[in-house]
């Protein structure tokens, strides 16, 4: 059975950082291609970083590009956050994706598995 296991959420003043951890079972974690997600009630999910299954490829959207890296070993993902910003706050998911050619990163439906997510709140 495949499980995904998001951590490390907080509440953090803007300006602030943090670092997520994902966590996946069932699987061989160190073959999958892996991304962050991130929704606010009420709106779309968002991708916001990727990184492939050896590490060697990374790709984030422009809303996080020069403060989030995302990086990865053979025990978890990781989500390093700097320079926090209000705007941030949402429930953070980590998922299986697919990096395309053009730089496309979006989620592997063929491994539709998520966790509980986990809730980062920024203040101003």
């Known amino acids: 059975q495949v499980q995904v296991e998001e951590s490390g959420g907080a509440s953090v003043q803007a300006g602030g950082s943090l670092r997520l951890s994902c966590k996946a079972s069932?699987?061989?974690?160190?073959?999958?291609?892996l991304g962050w997600f991130r929704q606010v009630s009420g709106k779309e999910r968002e991708t916001i970083a990727c990184?492939?299954?050896?590490?060697?490829s990374t790709w984030f959207a422009d809303s996080i590009k020069g403060r989030f890296t995302i990086s990865r070993d053979n025990a978890a993902m990781y989500l390093e956050m700097n320079d926090l910003k209000p705007e941030d706050t949402a429930m953070y998911y980590c998922?299986?994706?697919?990096?395309?050619?053009?730089?496309?990163?979006?989620?592997?439906?063929?491994?539709?598995?998520w966790g509980k997510g986990t809730q980062v709140t920024i203040s101003s």
């Open positions: 069932g699987v061989t974690f160190e073959s999958e291609t």
């Open positions: 990184i492939t299954w050896n590490g060697r």
């Open positions: 998922s299986f994706v697919k990096i395309y050619r053009g730089g496309v990163c979006s989620p592997d439906h063929a491994m539709d598995y």
